[in-house]
């Protein structure tokens, strides 16, 4: 198992599970007032990124010390995705499409979620974990980029709709 290769002991467990709540808690604040500056789409990118720095440090951990940046950065990603993943849908429809947007989101975001974990077990033990970390920064970099560049920030198309309808 690779945690046993840094021979972590519960007290360490403990340690890197403080770093995961505690970042997720202070990046909550921090993601809530951004979203509300820059927009979901700034969030989310922001999580993406930092979901691909988590991969990035856990692939050249050497030690168990830096699993805490690991953990802090997975608990900044985890927080990003909660404060934006939801409300950015919310902003690309009109407030009578919503329940089918809400529906249809969650309807096609099932399948990778349930499966995500299989994925990720199968891929672990074909190419190993740095071979796991390895695509998991690749996704999370390509996710951030695309979001970065194809998506739209849905702000700022309302107030152009809003703008042109006036």
């Not at 199968?122 to 998506?151: D, E, H, R, T």
């Amino acid at each position: 198992m690779w945690c046993l290769t840094f021979a972590i002991a519960g007290r360490e467990v403990g340690g890197l599970t403080a770093a995961l709540v505690g970042s997720k808690a202070v990046m909550n604040l921090l993601w809530g007032m951004a979203s509300d500056r820059k927009g979901h789409k700034a969030v989310l990118c922001g999580a993406a990124f930092s979901m691909a720095l988590a991969a990035m440090v856990t692939r050249m951990a050497s030690s168990p010390a830096w699993l805490l940046a690991t953990f802090a950065l997975l608990g900044a990603s985890m927080a990003g995705d909660s404060i934006s993943g939801m409300n950015i849908i919310l902003e690309f429809c009109a407030s009578e499409d919503r329940p089918t947007y809400i529906g249809l989101t969650n309807t096609l975001l099932a399948p990778v979620t349930a499966l995500a974990p299989v994925l990720g077990g199968w891929l672990a033990s074909g190419v190993g974990y740095k071979g796991m970390f390895a695509v998991a920064l690749l996704v999370a970099s390509l996710g951030g980029v695309l979001l970065a560049l194809w998506v739209r920030e849905p702000r700022s198309l309302q107030q152009r709709r809003l703008a042109t309808a006036a």
